[in-house]
């Protein structure tokens, strides 16, 4: 089985900074993508960025120029470095690989990022 387990979540102010991250573990052979996605109150889930096993990312225009993603693909662990946050950026942030092969999709447990004076 595999577990993606996010971590790094929290309060902040507009105009301020959180890095969140997710690790994958358990019986992993391949790692072909892993994004983050975001989901607020009486909202769909959204795609915030993914990153590619070569390093090829997308973001979504509401975070491009302020959010990062990267990943140690040693420690099989995807980051989102997140700047200048805005309250529209409240929501509970989800992990998402596509493990082993090209189908099969993993979820975190989500993490709350909460942006507020």
């Known amino acids: 089985q595999v577990q993606l387990v996010e971590s790094g979540g929290g309060l902040v102010q507009p105009g301020g900074s959180l890095r969140l991250s997710c690790a994958a573990s358990?019986?992993?052979?391949?790692?072909?993508?892993m994004g983050w996605y975001r989901q607020a109150p009486g909202k769909q889930r959204e795609l915030v960025a993914t990153?590619?096993?070569?390093?090829?990312?997308n973001y979504a225009d509401s975070v491009k120029g302020r959010f990062t993603i990267s990943r140690d693909n040693a420690k099989n662990t995807v980051y989102l470095q997140m700047n200048s946050l805005k309250p529209d950026d409240t929501a509970v942030y989800y992990c998402?690989?596509?493990?082993?092969?090209?189908?099969?999709?993993?979820w975190g447990q989500g993490t709350q990022v909460t942006v507020s004076s």
């Open positions: 358990g019986s992993i052979f391949r790692i072909y993508a």
């Open positions: 990153i590619t096993s070569v390093g090829s990312t």
């Open positions: 998402k690989g596509v493990i082993n092969t090209p189908h099969a999709e993993y």
